[in-house]
């Protein structure tokens, strides 16, 4: 399992199952809302020392528009588990990203706050992953 795979692997499954959002493979300067990124990934030592690798931690980063605080309400539902066309139901539809890892859940969402990309700012969530190979 190589990172760039699981970053691929996200970007397709998020793309195909929630066409409305618009998803980035990496952190950029200019991002349209509502909007998903694929952060960077974190792994213990032992993990590290396993080849291929087999469990990897990633963030997932769910950005809206901080023009009306209406669209917070549009950032819940984009993080809601129970929502049919959230980003963890999305996830959960196919935990494997489309036969890249063996599986794929979210361990936790939260971090609510408000994030600046380039030199506009967003309200934002973290969904949390656990990526194993």
Same mark, same amino acid.
């Given at each position: 399992?190589?990172?760039?795979?699981?970053?691929?692997?996200? @970007?397709?499954? +998020?793309?195909?199952?929630?066409?409305?959002?618009?998803?980035?493979?990496?952190?950029?300067?200019?991002?349209?809302?509502?909007?998903?990124?694929?952060?960077?990934?974190?792994?213990?030592?032992?993990?590290?020392?396993?080849?291929?690798?087999?469990? #990897?931690? @990633?963030?997932?980063? $769910?950005? #809206?528009?901080?023009?009306?605080?209406?669209?917070?309400? +549009?950032?819940?539902? +984009?993080?809601?588990?129970?929502?049919?066309?959230?980003?963890?139901?999305? +996830?959960?539809?196919?935990?494997?990203?489309?036969? $890249?890892?063996?599986?794929? #859940?979210? @361990?936790?969402?939260?971090?609510?706050?408000?994030?600046? #990309?380039?030199?506009?700012?967003?309200?934002?969530?973290?969904? @949390?992953?656990?990526?194993?190979?």
């Amino acid at each position: 399992m190589l990172l760039s795979d699981i970053r691929d692997g996200l @970007t397709d499954v +998020l793309s195909n199952a929630l066409p409305s959002i618009n998803v980035y493979r990496l952190p950029t300067d200019r991002v349209e809302p509502p909007a998903v990124c694929v952060m960077g990934f974190r792994m213990d030592p032992q993990t590290m020392a396993i080849s291929p690798l087999q469990r #990897v931690t @990633t963030d997932l980063l $769910v950005l #809206v528009s901080r023009r009306h605080i209406d669209q917070v309400d +549009l950032l819940d539902a +984009l993080v809601d588990p129970a929502v049919s066309d959230s980003v963890p139901a999305a +996830l959960a539809a196919d935990h494997t990203l489309g036969g $890249v890892v063996d599986s794929c #859940v979210v @361990t936790g969402i939260g971090d609510y706050g408000e994030v600046p #990309v380039g030199d506009v700012g967003y309200y934002s969530a973290t969904v @949390t992953l656990e990526v194993m190979g």
